[in-house]
Every structure is written in structure tokens, then in C-alpha cells.
């Protein structure tokens, strides 16, 4: 099944855009309330930030996660040994900074966490009963007000040609929170890996949105929606030069929230975050 834009206006956005959920652990909406003039102005101040020595003042907390990562400590993903050419930023509410950039990241993060709320409602709508039963309360009730949804502004620098070895952007992994949302990037890049393991490109015309599942709600759902293998490619030929911004929100449900009979939220978060070695 080919990853299709769903109008987010049309009568039967929430049954397609959950069957496409279901199909390819993806969904992209186009005609979404989330303000596109929004996202340009956060990518035009983040790249700039990026560009400054100012970023080293907010070097991440290593106890609450929040803040600059640089990119000699970014991530290698599960079963990687290279690291990703990036650097990335962990926005929380209660997270340090800088204050200039405040305002029109929380407008965004507050927006889009409103929209996901709408969206798990879409999901809960169209599981099936069978599946639906195991929920052990209303999806967007899991993350409703929760204090661990993680707002990553993610910069992919332009490549030098002194990259290591076998390093792309983002190797390919799968998110451990709920659902993500993420603007579609100023550059392209961003792969998904469907059912006969090749790798389709997400459909990222600027001004789409794309949804992705993660690991909890594949464990909520006993599998019923699959949390899908993404990477991003490194650019090539002309787009080389060009940095790459993007924005992905990551819900995560309170603590105590129990997502099957084996696990909660914060019991899983904590096996997932030992395997990858950050804890
Ligand atoms: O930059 C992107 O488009 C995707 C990033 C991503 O998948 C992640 O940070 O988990
Ligand atoms: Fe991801």
C-alpha cells in the first residue's frame, strides 16, 4: 500500500487516515489545523539558533533530558554503531531555553498537542472493538496534560564530506512514545519501510503533516497498529549544502498510565531507554 496525503477536510479523513495507521504505521494530512506560517517562522529561528555558539549555554541536563544535544553525543540508533549527523534540541514545557525563542515554541507545541488529542480520538473512533477493549482508558486521556511529551527540534547541518563512514541523518529506527507528529521538514529525505522492507519515500510537500505510531501504542494495541521503521537520507547534489530543520512532537503518556497487561508507560520507557544505553 503506497503512503497516500489524506485531506484532513474530507467527510472520511478519520477512517482513511486510521486505516492508513493501521497499513503502514503512517498517516500524512494536508488541510490540518496547525499553522504552517508558524512552523516556517520556529524552523527560520531554530536555524539561526543552530548557527550560534549560544546553543553550547543549554547543553542538555543529563537527569531531566532537556536541552542541546551537539552532535558529537546524538544518537546511534538501536542495533546501529554509527552515529546520526545530526544535532537536535529537547523542548519541555518546564525545560531550559533560550527565552527569545519561547513563545512561538510552546504556541506550537500547545497546537500540536491539541491536534494529537483530536487524532488519538480519530484512532480510539475506528479500532476495533476487539482492539479497542484492551485500551485501559481514552487514548487522548493517556497524554492529556502530561508532562513527559517531548518537543525535538532536530538540525541536520549541510554535509561536509568528512562524515563517518556509513552515517546517514537518521538510521533507521522506530519511536517508543504513542503516536509522533512531525511538519513535513524544509528538505526531503524522510523514508519509511513497508511491508516488503523497501524503503517509499513520506510524501513531505511542505505544509503536510505526518503521523507516525510508536512502540506504545503497537503494545496498546496488541499490534494492531505497527510501529513503523523510519530513516532520513543524506541529501545529494545541490541539497548537500542545505541544512535540514525538523519538528517532531513526541507524545508520551503520564507515568502511571498502564498500556497493556505488561507494561506502563514509565515501566516500558525505562526498558526501552536501558537498551539504547542513555540510562
Ligand atoms: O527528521 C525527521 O524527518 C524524522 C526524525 C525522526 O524520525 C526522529 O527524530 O525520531
Ligand atoms: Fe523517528
Redesign the pocket.
Known amino acids: 500500500m503506497k503512503l497516500e496525503t489524506i485531506d484532513y477536510l474530507a467527510p472520511d479523513a478519520a477512517e482513511k487516515f486510521v486505516e492508513s495507521l493501521h497499513k503502514i504505521g503512517f498517516g500524512v494530512l494536508r488541510n490540518h489545523p496547525i499553522n504552517q506560517d508558524l512552523v516556517e517562522t520556529i524552523y527560520k529561528e531554530w536555524h539561526a539558533f543552530f548557527s550560534t555558539e549560544e546553543k553550547y549555554n543549554f547543553r542538555f541536563n543529563v537527569e531531566t533530558q532537556d536541552g542541546f544535544f551537539p552532535a558529537e553525543v546524538s ?1 546511534t540508533a538501536k542495533g546501529h554503531t554509527v552515529k546520526d549527523i ?1 544535532e ?1 534540541f529537547h523542548v519541555y514545557p518546564w525545560g531550559q531555553m533560550p527565552d527569545s525563542l519561547r513563545e512561538n515554541i510552546m504556541a506550537y507545541y500547545n497546537k500540536a498537542n491539541e491536534f494529537a488529542e483530536e487524532l488519538l480520538g480519530w484512532i480510539e473512533k475506528y479500532s476495533p472493538s476487539e482492539v479497542a477493549e484492551h485500551y485501559t482508558q481514552a487514548l487522548s486521556s493517556m497524554v492529556h496534560e502530561s508532562t513527559q511529551t517531548l518537543l ?1 527540534v ?1 538540525h ?1 547541518p549541510p554535509m561536509k564530506g568528512d562524515e563517518e563512514q556509513g552515517a546517514i ?2 538510521a533507521a ?1 522506530e ?1 517508543i512514545n504513542l503516536i ?1 507528529i ?1 511538519p ?2 524544509n528538505e526531503p ?2 523514508q519509511v519501510k513497508d511491508k516488503d522492507g523497501d524503503w517509499q519515500d ?1 510524501p ?1 510537500d511542505f505544509g503536510n503533516i ?1 503521523i ?1 505510531i510508536g512502540d506504545m501504542l503497537q503494545e496498546a494495541s496488541g499490534g494492531y497498529f505497527p510501529s513503523t521503521s ?3 537520507i543524506n541529501p545529494e547534489g545541490q541539497d548537500k549544502t542545505k541544512s ?1 530543520i ?3 512532537l ?1 507524545l508520551h503518556p503520564k507515568p502511571e498510565v498502564v498500556l497493556s497487561d505488561r507494561y506502563t508507560a514509565k515501566e516500558y520507557l525505562m526498558e526501552r531507554l536501558k537498551e539504547l544505553g542513555v540510562i
Open positions: 544518537e545530526k537536535y525535538r532536530l541536520y541523518r537518521a529506527h519511536d509522533t512531525l513535513a521538514a529525505g524522510l513520506v513531505s505526518i507516525n523510519h530513516r532520513v535540514r525538523s519538528l517532531p513526541f
